[in-house]
């Protein structure tokens, strides 16, 4: 639990551990709110193998480019949309997080299908999702797997956009050990 005597960090460093917790202390001592945050598995090597499409200047790369600020958004083709990741290296995952645009209401992935492959061509189905309330609520969300899998290769498939949408937009994704 950090305090006072907690060591400072004022820019980038290196986590020693899955998880951070840290706090605010105002110089007069006060303490705000302690923030648990777990750390996803490191982007590094990450490469987008597919996706069913891309706007201009929203291209898939961005789903996974560590900045909840950019975004990728399919052409509006239907609520049948698709993007695969390589990790870069085999990992066991155990949940994947949704991080939802936050520009605009179009494209939020309310349902959608979980799929891994052993190389990165072949899917098979690993898990559903459903994410409710995105239009009023569009933070980022999780979703635990059933059963933890080992792989490489993961695609992402939408099922249902809210409202009815029929395009896909990806602030970021991520995944966990």
Request: glycine share 8%; net charge neutral.
């Given at each position: 639990?950090?305090?006072?005597?907690s060591?400072?960090y004022?820019?980038?460093?290196?986590?020693r551990?899955?998880?951070?917790?840290?706090?605010?202390?105002?110089?007069?001592?006060?303490?705000g709110?302690?923030?648990?945050?777990?750390?996803?598995?490191?982007?590094?090597?990450?490469n987008?193998?597919?996706?069913?499409?891309?706007?201009?200047?929203m291209?898939?790369?961005?789903?996974?480019d560590?900045?909840?600020?950019?975004?990728?958004?399919s052409?509006?083709?239907?609520?049948v949309?698709?993007?695969e990741?390589?990790?870069?290296?085999?990992y066991?995952?155990?949940?994947?997080?949704?991080?939802?645009?936050?520009?605009?209401r179009?494209?939020?992935?309310?349902?959608?299908?979980l799929?891994?492959?052993?190389?990165?061509?072949?899917?098979?189905?690993?898990?559903?999702?459903?994410?409710?309330?995105l239009?009023?609520?569009?933070?980022k969300?999780?979703?635990?797997?059933?059963?933890?899998v080992?792989t490489?290769?993961?695609?992402?498939?939408?099922?249902?956009?809210?409202?009815?949408?029929?395009?896909?937009?990806?602030?970021?994704?991520?995944?966990?050990?």
């Amino acid at each position: 639990m950090p305090t006072v005597n907690s060591l400072v960090y004022n820019g980038a460093f290196q986590p020693r551990a899955k998880s951070i917790k840290a706090v605010a202390i105002a110089p007069d001592g006060q303490r705000g709110a302690v923030v648990d945050e777990t750390l996803a598995i490191p982007k590094i090597g990450w490469n987008i193998l597919a996706s069913s499409s891309e706007r201009e200047k929203m291209s898939s790369a961005k789903a996974i480019d560590g900045n909840p600020n950019s975004l990728w958004h399919s052409q509006p083709t239907g609520a049948v949309q698709f993007i695969e990741i390589d990790l870069g290296a085999a990992y066991d995952v155990s949940v994947f997080a949704y991080t939802p645009q936050r520009k605009h209401r179009e494209g939020m992935m309310a349902k959608g299908m979980l799929k891994i492959s052993t190389d990165g061509r072949t899917w098979r189905d690993i898990d559903s999702f459903e994410f409710g309330n995105l239009i009023d609520n569009p933070s980022k969300r999780k979703h635990l797997f059933e059963n933890k899998v080992n792989t490489r290769y993961i695609r992402i498939e939408s099922a249902e956009i809210t409202g009815g949408g029929n395009s896909l937009s990806i602030a970021e994704l991520d995944f966990y050990n």
